[in-house]
């Protein structure tokens, strides 16, 4: 256990040492990098993003995790409140959940009417595509997790006193509307995956191969001048029009 751990965190301090030197490229170049993270409940969106950002630059990035909407944002289009977060010139913008709360909470949840949820997967291709030909670089992450690992990680927050603030009334639905999520998803990402706006499966059993897969992905986007990397392993990340027959059902 001892020597799986010590080269977790070899080959993590070596993907984060190459991701600062990228990011630091990045922040050169002028690049806008817009990365989400989106998943189940407990798939890892908090570990994965705390590993990507530990080193980043503080001034040039920033993790977005919005509240549920007040009643103007309500009334409001619905991507508007997420444009005043898009990233500037040589910052990363990481969104833990995003936009596409409507394309997986709301409906299943009843926040939502079957027609706002339908027109979110008619425009949310639209909107990255006007983000992506503006140039920013988008990143779509869908962090996958089993039923069972689901139910542990649930049970383990309850039980675990630092992990108060992740535990949530909406945990509980997790588990009992867990097909409805399933069918949920499968919609969206077949109605949103897009070759300007791919989405990109991870295999999160493993939290700690998720992470450092997560980071090799990002570096693969970005491909920072004189950087060599391993890709990310195929059995843990996989485009989303691959994912029929991989996803937890």
């Known amino acids: 256990m001892g020597k799986k751990k010590d080269d977790y965190d070899r080959t993590l301090e070596k993907l984060q040492i190459q991701w600062v030197e990228a990011q630091a490229w990045a922040i050169e170049h002028g ?17 994965a993003i705390k590993r990507l950002t530990e080193y980043m630059s503080p001034r040039q990035t920033r993790v977005v995790a919005l509240p549920k909407p ?20 040589g910052e990363t913008v990481i969104l833990n959940r995003s936009w596409y709360n409507r394309g997986g909470v709301e409906p299943v949840m009843g926040f939502c009417t ?19 030909d503006d140039g920013i670089v988008l990143i779509k992450f869908w962090l996958d997790i089993s039923r069972e690992e689901q139910a542990k990680r649930l049970a383990e927050r309850v039980a675990d006193p630092l992990k108060r603030f992740k535990v949530s009334p909406l945990d509980a639905e997790a588990q009992a509307r867990w097909d409805a999520y399933s ?26 191969l998720a992470r450092l897969n997560v980071i090799r ?25 691959q994912a029929a027959g991989r996803l937890a059902p």
């Not at 570096?219 to 029009?241: E, M, N, S, Y």
Request: glycine residues 6%; neutral net charge.
């Open 31 to 47: 690049l806008r990098t817009l990365i989400v993270f989106e998943g189940r409940d407990s798939a890892g969106k908090d570990g």
């Open 217 to 241: 992905h990002v570096l693969t986007r970005l491909d920072c001048p004189g950087q060599v990397h391993h890709r990310p392993d195929k059995a843990i990340v996989f485009p989303g029009d």
């Open 70 to 89: 007040n009643e103007r944002e309500t009334s409001q289009w619905y991507f508007q409140r997420y444009v005043a977060h898009l990233p500037a010139a």
């Open 183 to 208: 069918q949920a998803r499968d919609q969206m990402l077949a109605a949103t995956h897009a070759r300007r706006a791919p989405w990109t499966i991870v295999a999160t059993d493993d939290k700690k």
């Open 114 to 132: 079957p027609g706002q949820h339908e027109a979110f997967l008619r425009e949310a291709p639209l909107f990255e595509r006007m983000l992506t």
